[in-house]
């Protein structure tokens, strides 16, 4: 498992563009514990922090 996410690591970037320092982040949407949706747009002109974190009891 660790071979494939440390591969995945360095794949992702030959698939898309990593967002650049100091520029605006591209939009995207992402569900919560809820199941609620939230869209970067939602929160524009708007202070956020987006933090992730491993489910309880599982490995990082």
Known sequence: MKKL???GIFIMPLFGKM???GKPAPEF???DQN???HSLAD???KKLVVYFF???DTPG
């Open 54 to 56: 491993p489910k309880a």
């Open 5 to 7: 996410v440390l591969a």
């Open 43 to 45: 929160y524009k002109d």
């Open 35 to 37: 199941g609620n949706l």
């Open 29 to 31: 949407s992402l569900h």
């Open 19 to 21: 967002p650049e320092i």
